[in-house]
């Protein structure tokens, strides 16, 4: 094992050392370090907000990057429209682990309409969902449509719904 200085406080560490032992700078070895990832911002902006703000990996202080714009897109991201693992998409969101109004993703717990291995919002569809009106392979619901329970209201509203969505994509 080699010993250098820390570039930040000058104090002996390990080239090895992923952050100092005595100050906690990331990476303490290399003469710079600026982050990992990526991270880039539209020029135009709504009430402060990047119109897309796209971020991935850490900043140089070693914080996770967080996507925040009205269209966030990221590992995290915060935004009206959301594209992340772990996202809070105020309209929309579409991840890993989405919460907001609407939404898809393995958990989307939504408000409004949901779709995911693990679904909530008024209209849930998933594996297992939670909402008013549910299509899941198990779930709670007013409406229920699964295996184990067709009320026919459910069965109703959702061959409705596929109605529609057909109709608008004139499929």
């Not at 990832?37 to 202080?61: M, N």
Request: aromatic share 16%; charged share 15%.
């Amino acid at each position: 094992m080699t010993l250098i200085q820390c570039r930040e406080c000058q104090k002996e560490i390990s080239t090895e050392a992923k952050n100092c032992p005595h100050c906690g700078a990331p990476f303490p070895a290399r003469k710079k370090w600026k982050g990992s990832g990526f991270e880039w911002k539209s020029k135009q902006t709504f009430y402060g907000y990047p119109l897309v703000h796209i971020a991935f990996g850490r900043d140089a202080q070693n914080r996770i990057r967080v996507a925040k714009g009205i269209i966030a897109i990221g590992q995290f991201g915060i935004g009206l429209v959301t594209f992340a693992q772990f996202g809070i998409g105020i309209l929309f969101g579409f991840g890993q682990f989405i919460l907001g109004l609407t939404g898809l993703g393995q958990f989307a717990i939504t408000g409004l309409f949901g779709i995911g291995q693990f679904a909530t919002g008024y209209i849930a569809i998933g594996q297992f969902a939670l909402g008013y009106y549910v299509l899941a392979q198990a779930g709670y619901a007013k409406f229920l449509w699964s295996p184990g329970a067709e009320d026919p209201a459910a069965v109703e509203f959702f061959r409705q719904l596929l109605q529609n969505v057909k109709s608008f994509f004139h499929v």
